[in-house]
């Protein structure tokens, strides 16, 4: 039996302020998630290392995500509060300190991955504290803040790298970050105080190996499809990504097997929650399309229009500035309408962007660029703020850490499969189009075009799965004990928590 998932009662004043401390912690550790962009070729040449290296800077940083996150659920549950934000914070820290120093490339890698752990723990834990806290009437307006964390914070890294870079040394990147990171600890530590009641649960070990392998494998190998070296790869990225699907399915398995007998490390009765598994649908098709077209507006800017890495970074803001901005009020009208009047016109106005992206061509105006990337952001906005908080909402207060950890594992999948499809796209077409004797950028411009159209096709998609959310009922008092509830759980086990 689940233990009782029972809130501190807290003065309005003081919940602020601890989500407000873990909002910009948060905020803090996802901008350096896309912050090493445009130090790839200082670094090549400082370390002497080549490209495809220097990119394992980011890939092991979101592979590391992609491990991490899946233990989450259990790891959250089994500690405090307190325990698991300093913990976080404490890997960050370690890892930024640890990179600033580097002396060499392998140690800022080992760095890189040190800081993706304590990342891949904040965003579960801004979650999970922020769905215990929070009241359901309240929920839209204070998601639309972590929408605006999440966001803001990758759009600006690019750009925030740029500046930083035209100043001095790319160890500036992690020494600007440090002391701020260090005092969002040190404020956090004092003010945080304990929302959930740790529980003792022996961990699955052979479940644990299967995540960290099956997810791992699975983000390494879409990563790696359509790279320019992915037929010089000692292992094709294809099969490896057959053998991440395989072992995931197998932690799947176990999971379920684990449900009926013991504590599974990742409870995956979140997804017999209809509403739950709708919002995690479109969640993950926004996300591959907003990842594949965050990859190829860079390649589009810089090598067809000529635009400079900071140039394209400060072009990319407005868009990331609106998505957050929006947050905030998307999630008022979330509080005051429900989430079907939202999510609709918000995903169609992704597809209609995305489908508009495909006509870009050698003369296109990169401040028509600019607009059509502020109007996806706004769409984005209006389905990423209801869909987080209607798809959360309805799990029981026992589940918010796995269904906050579902919910960034598959993000991460998401993530690394719609940038595969994109690459993929865009490389064979541009191929194709040289081979007919396009010229370079005539290819190029050839090749996004199509990888915007596979963008459009998730968005169009995404429409259709958007038509299926709901607003979750408003709480319930809890069934007669011993009946069973949406997913399966018994009223015994969730009286008094039922959303």
């Known amino acids: 039996m689940p233990p009782s998932h029972t809130a501190p009662t807290l003065p309005p004043a003081h919940v602020t302020a601890v989500l407000r401390i873990l909002v910009l912690s948060t905020f803090v550790v996802l901008l350096n998630e896309t912050i090493m962009v445009n130090a790839i070729p200082r670094l090549m040449r400082d370390f002497e290392v080549t490209a495809t290296a220097a990119g394992w800077l980011s890939t092991a940083f979101m592979l590391t995500m992609a491990v991490v996150i899946p233990v989450t659920g259990w ?19 370690t890892g930024t300190a640890l990179a600033a120093a580097a002396p060499a490339f392998p140690v800022l890698l080992a760095a890189r991955v040190v800081q993706a752990g304590g990342t891949a723990v904040m965003m579960p834990l801004l979650m999970t504290t922020l769905m215990t806290l929070v009241p359901a009437q309240d929920r839209g307006r ?59 649960s022996p961990i699955d070990w052979p479940s644990a190996l299967l995540a960290a ?46 449900q009926r007998s013991s504590t599974p490390l990742l409870d995956l009765r979140t997804l017999t929650f209809r509403h739950f598994s709708v919002a995690l649908a479109l969640v993950c098709l926004s996300f591959m ?39 905030p009020q998307v999630g008022k009208l979330y509080d005051r309408f429900g ?8 995903a169609a106005v992704t597809a209609s962007c995305l489908a508009l992206f495909t006509l870009v ?14 109007a996806l952001s706004a769409g984005l906005a209006f389905v990423f703020t209801p869909v ?79 038509l ?16 069973e509830d949406e997913g399966g759980t018994t009223a015994d086990e969730t009286a008094g928590t039922r959303v």
């Open 142 to 200: 204070v998601m639309g803040n972590v929408t605006l964390v999440i966001s803001v914070a990758p759009a600006l890294g690019p750009a925030v790298s740029g500046v930083l870079l035209q100043l001095g040394s790319w160890r500036l990147l992690f020494l600007t970050v440090l002391p701020i990171a260090g005092a969002m600890a040190v404020l956090g530590l004092r003010k945080l105080v304990n929302v959930n009641e740790p529980r003792v």
């Open 213 to 258: 392998l099956g997810f791992g494998a699975l983000v390494y190998g879409l990563s790696g499809l359509g790279a320019a070296d992915a037929a010089r790869a000692p292992v094709p990225p294809s099969a490896t990504t057959l053998a991440g699907a395989v072992l995931v399915g197998l932690f799947v398995w176990r999971q379920l097997s684990l």
């Open 289 to 327: 399309a907003l990842m594949g077209a965050f990859i190829l507006l860079p390649m589009y800017l810089q090598n067809v229009r000529g635009l400079t890495s900071l140039q394209t970074g400060l072009l990319l803001i407005p868009g990331g500035l609106m998505m957050g901005l929006l947050g």
């Open 361 to 374: 061509g050698e003369q296109t105006s990169p401040w028509s660029v600019l607009a059509l990337h502020v």
């Open 339 to 346: 989430a079907p009047r939202l999510v609709v016109p918000g």
């Open 468 to 483: 299926l959310v709901r607003t979750p009922p408003a709480p319930q008092p809890a069934p007669a004990p011993g009946t």
């Open 388 to 466: 987080f908080t209607s798809g959360l909402s309805v799990l029981p207060p026992h589940l918010y850490p796995h269904g906050s950890a579902v919910l960034g594992s598959l993000q991460q999948v998401a993530a690394a499969t719609g940038i595969a499809l994109a690459v993929s796209v865009m490389s064979g077409r541009a191929a194709a189009a040289a081979a007919a004797g396009a010229s370079d950028t005539g290819a190029l411009t050839a090749g996004v075009r199509w990888g915007f159209a596979v963008g459009a096709v998730l968005g169009a998609l995404a429409v259709l799965v958007a």
């Open 75 to 93: 790891f959250l549950q089994r500690v405090s509060t307190r325990t698991a934000f300093g913990l976080a914070m404490a890997l960050f820290l």
